[in-house]
């Protein structure tokens, strides 16, 4: 069955901008770990996925779609301008929302939806590696 751009717009609506599959498995690790963190806190910058204010510790779980994965990322063909412009809006906002934090003196860290697919283990426990060297 060939995608329409019906199609294709009903199926991008659907995906959830919080609380995806790849956000819950991290932060349910990290819980399971015993760290507490804020999730989407919208008093930050850029409503980072996972956030300890108290160590300035931002994480951003991005999805290889949305935000242009350079290994996975292939653009639609169907409105394919738009779509272009669309992702590179995204890197610009995500390059922006990195500048904030690192000029705040923030640590911020920036995961890739395959990175989390290939190895959530290695994921939480750098996540967790950055909490302790805040902590000590």
């Avoid at 760290?35 to 910058?45: A, C, G, S, V």
């Avoid at 996925?49 to 639609?76: A, N, R």
């Avoid at 394919?80 to 906002?93: A, G």
């Avoid at 190895?119 to 950055?130: A, G, Q």
């Amino acid at each position: 069955m060939k995608k329409t751009h019906t199609n294709r717009s009903n199926n991008m609506r659907a995906i959830r901008g919080k609380d995806t599959k790849m956000e819950i498995k991290v932060r349910h690790a990290l819980w399971q770990k015993g760290y507490r963190f804020r999730k989407n806190d919208r008093t930050l910058y850029g409503s980072p996925d996972i956030s300890i204010k108290k160590y300035k510790l931002v994480v951003f779980l991005d999805s290889c779609f949305w935000h242009g994965c350079p290994v996975h990322f292939k653009l639609p063909k169907i409105n394919s301008d738009f779509w272009e412009q669309k992702i590179r809006r995204n890197t610009e906002r995500d390059a922006e929302v990195t500048r904030h934090y690192v000029e705040e003196g923030w640590t911020i860290l920036r995961f890739w939806e395959h990175e989390v697919k290939d190895n959530i283990n290695e994921v939480v426990d750098n996540i967790i590696y950055h909490i302790n060297q805040k902590n000590v």
